[in-house]
């Protein structure tokens, strides 16, 4: 069993936002690999499925943490002991603020860089976990992040969106082979990041 985890917050009004780019990505792939049905388990909305690898198929539990974002550690972490599961078992879809918009990068170790939520996630689970960073551009301004995230992508963003979440989830299978990183270079071969404009902000 392997845990994908996507971070964001609960509730109709939350779902376009930058923030729950995390759980837009978690639902593209329960789509894409007809996972389901979604059940209310672990304080999360959970659906299990299986892919298959060229090591041979991987059951999957994916977690919608029902939380709120700041929280999102405690499902996942609640998740993880249940099973009896590593840090190595976990991953976890995020946005990310520090990388231009498009662009995915994954991580093990390091800090939470100022995101509540990655700091609930290490903290319950592992600096060790697996994160796929994915870029939503930062608005220039410290004061601005938090209304930023929290606002919906703009019309202008819905092709290079749709673009990424299609490519994280054709990905996926590359996720559990032996080089994690040809998960990251598929993704972008998959979608390349919009050439980047620098009078707009990220």
Partial sequence: MHILAGQGNPGAKYAGN????????????????????????????????????????????????????????????????????????????????????????????????GNNGVRSMLSHLSPEVRRVRMGVGHPGDKSLVMPYVLSDFAKAEKDWLDALLDACSRALPLMFEE?????????????????????QAG
């Fill in 18 to 113: 930058r923030h729950n780019i995390g759980f837009m990505a978690i639902d593209r792939i329960a789509a894409d690999y007809n996972f389901g049905p979604w059940k209310s388990r672990f304080q999360s909305q959970t659906a299990e499925g299986t892919i298959k690898t060229s090591s041979g198929p991987v059951k999957l539990l994916l977690l919608k943490p029902q939380t709120f974002y700041n929280e999102t550690g405690r499902a996942a972490g609640e998740a993880a002991r249940f099973y009896k599961l590593g840090p190595e078992d976990v991953t976890v879809f995020h946005d990310e603020i520090d990388l231009a918009p498009g662009r995915v990068r994954i991580k093990r170790g390091g800090g939470h860089s």
């Fill in 179 to 199: 080089d994690e990183g040809r998960y990251q270079t598929e993704v972008m071969r998959l979608a390349p990041a919009p050439k980047h404009d620098p009078k």
